[in-house]
């Protein structure tokens, strides 16, 4: 009851005083002369209360209770309406105004410290943050291209390498957030590398026919550089292998070797010495062989213009077809 007299607002204590007058005033007077003394004879409902009347002369116990005058005096001001309604006219708010502001205040203060220390303190950044314009790096080598991000206030994020047909090798294919591109001072530009052109795995061709195999070399991307024979227990004009062997990755255009059989060993190489040029020739036809290649080289051994060396030597088993290279002697001079 204490804690409701202290905050009840003056509209209350002027509706407590109202109801009180209305109960403890004396009838209105009945004669003309009563009614002439009387101060004012309008209705008390129609009277205006502008100053509270004391209550003087009750005893102590025929003063109204202050909780229940001011129940009465909130139940006639309070609209008609649900239940709700009625119990939000009644509620007294238990803080004057200015209690309010202070509360408000404060806690207004501490919201704005707490944002401030998060913001200065744990998260750290700066307040005004500048915009530019990100420099175009395409086409630099990685050094240049870090000196030019720098230079123009901007890091270098993660960088990358990737393959490329004609880029060089270690120049930018292509930056992140790409050129131009308006973006706050310090962010990080990712870069990617030219690694070079894509290498080309050499395919393997062992067991193709000639033709076959050199197809599936330049459909590939490379290209047959020479073709050399061997003997090999596979079939004549039959792929053997490649020089550089099959998966090694080479450049776009690179020139392989492709190494022929020419048959199985089965043919005796017979021997040349002493015999000249035209006689070498025909041994080697008849034997199922060939003649290579034939040197002059001045010696003694033999004389001039007969056969003193050969290349497989005479005995040797060699695949049909097999080229013989010899040296004929010439005369001193």
Do not use: C
């Not at 915009?131 to 901007?154: D, M, N, Y």
């Amino acid at each position: 009851m204490k804690f409701r007299r202290r905050f009840a607002t003056p509209g209350r204590i002027s509706g407590l005083f109202a109801a009180l007058r209305d109960r403890l005033a004396p009838s209105s007077p009945t004669s003309d002369d009563d009614q002439a003394a009387a101060p004012d004879a309008r209705p008390r409902a129609d009277r205006e209360i502008t100053q509270p009347e004391r209550l003087v002369g009750l005893p102590p116990e025929e003063i109204p209770d202050l909780d229940d005058l001011l129940d009465a005096q909130a139940a006639k001001t309070t609209p008609a309406g649900p239940a709700w309604t009625r119990w939000v006219a009644r509620w007294r708010w238990p803080f004057d105004r200015r209690l309010s502001v202070q509360v408000a205040g404060v806690f207004g203060g501490t919201l704005l410290f707490g944002y401030l220390f998060a913001a200065i303190v744990l998260f750290p950044a700066p307040i005004f943050v500048s915009h530019r314009s990100i420099p175009r790096v395409l086409g630099q080598e990685e050094a240049r291209a870090r000196e030019t991000l720098t230079a123009a206030g901007f890091g270098v994020g993660d960088v990358e390498r990737e393959p490329h047909p004609t880029a060089p090798v270690g120049t930018v294919i292509w930056q992140d957030p790409p050129a131009e591109v308006v973006a706050p001072e310090a962010t990080d530009v990712s870069l990617i590398l030219s690694s070079g052109p894509q290498r080309i795995p050499v395919p393997d061709v062992a067991g193709y026919d000639v033709e076959q195999a050199r197809s599936l070399i330049e459909g590939a991307g490379l290209r047959v550089g020479s073709t050399e024979s061997t003997q090999a227990p596979t079939p004549k004009n039959v792929a053997v292998n490649t020089r550089p062997p099959a998966g090694t990755t080479l450049n776009p255009g690179s020139s392989v070797v492709l190494v022929v059989s020419v048959g199985a060993a089965t043919l005796r190489v017979p021997t040349l010495t002493g015999l000249s040029i035209e006689e070498a020739r025909l041994a080697l036809e008849t034997a199922g062989l060939a003649l290579g290649t034939a040197f002059e080289q001045t010696t003694t051994a033999v004389a001039p213009g007969e056969v003193f060396f050969q290349e497989p030597a005479a005995g040797t088993l060699s695949a049909p077809g097999t080229v013989v290279n010899v040296r004929i002697a010439r005369s001193p001079r």
